[in-house]
């Protein structure tokens, strides 16, 4: 089993950035897919991007609202994920989860809760106008 732990959110104001952070722990694997989705209030969770790392090459995806605005990178050294978020909106106003699959998943567009088998605690992200 992998463990997630998410930081870095916090209060932003609109046009502001934020890095979040997901560090791995446990049953970690050097060939991973890991997402991130986010939940506001009231809506379904969504998809907002994932990477995913082979031996050989590394890929990225976004939805299609936060292409151009938010990056996910990883250090494998310190088994960590990063959400760089720029250009916040509002709209981007959620609790952001992480969350892992030890075997690379490549979707075209969007991933699916049920992709990933291992997922943190949340942390909450609010963009003020």
């Known amino acids: 089993q992998v463990q997630l732990v998410e930081s870095g959110g916090g209060l932003v104001q609109a046009g502001g950035s934020l890095r979040l952070s997901c560090v791995a722990s446990g049953r970690t694997s050097s060939r991973y897919t890991m997402g991130w989705f986010r939940q506001a209030p009231g809506k379904e969770r969504e998809f907002v991007g994932a990477?995913?790392?082979?031996?050989?090459?590394?890929?990225?995806n976004y939805v299609d609202s936060v292409k151009g605005r938010f990056t996910i990178s990883k250090d494998n050294v310190k088994d960590t994920v990063y959400l760089q978020m720029n250009s916040l909106k509002p709209e981007d106003t959620a609790v952001y989860y992480c969350?892992?699959?030890?075997?690379?998943?490549?979707?075209?567009?969007?991933?699916?809760?049920?992709?990933?088998?291992?997922w943190g605690q949340g942390i909450q992200v609010t963009v003020s106008s």
């Open positions: 990477i995913t790392i082979t031996w050989s090459s590394s890929s990225t």
């Open positions: 969350a892992a699959s030890m075997r690379p998943t490549y979707r075209a567009t969007s991933y699916q809760e049920s992709d990933f088998g291992s």
